[in-house]
């Protein structure tokens, strides 16, 4: 059974970091590209970062470049999003999702997904 399972999230002040892990399971984690995306309140889910074995991140969001990093433990097969500086409109549901061997910033092209961790930023 494939699974990715998010946690990490929570309510921080403006300025501060958060750092959201994804563990997948149920597949083979060298094949797929794990994305962040997140959705806030009224708004459409948007791809936020994108990483896959053996290539360089791929940043979708012009507002997270220089404040999120996406990493992997591949011994874990744990995806990360290290958030830095965070921003009032970065409150979200974040949610990673799994696509084989390529990213893509649409969701619907993504075949798995997780639950969701809550990221709330108050000002």
């Known amino acids: 059974e494939v699974q990715l399972v998010e946690s990490g999230g929570g309510v921080v002040q403006a300025g501060g970091s958060l750092r959201l892990a994804c563990v997948a399971s149920?597949?083979?984690?060298?094949?797929?590209?794990i994305s962040w995306f997140r959705q806030a309140p009224g708004k459409e889910r948007e791809g936020v970062s994108c990483?896959?074995?053996?290539?360089?991140?791929?940043d979708y969001l012009d507002s997270v470049k220089g404040r999120f990093t996406i990493s992997t433990n591949n011994a874990k097969n744990t995806v990360y999003l290290q958030m830095t500086n965070l921003k009032p409109e970065d409150t979200a549901v974040y949610y990673c999702?799994?696509?084989?061997?390529?990213?893509?910033?649409?969701?619907?092209?993504?075949?798995?997904w997780g639950q969701g961790t809550q990221v709330t930023v108050s000002s």
């Open positions: 990483v896959t074995i053996g290539r360089s991140p791929t």
């Open positions: 149920g597949f083979n984690f060298d094949d797929y590209a």
């Open positions: 999702a799994a696509r084989y061997r390529r990213c893509s910033a649409y969701p619907s092209l993504n075949s798995y």
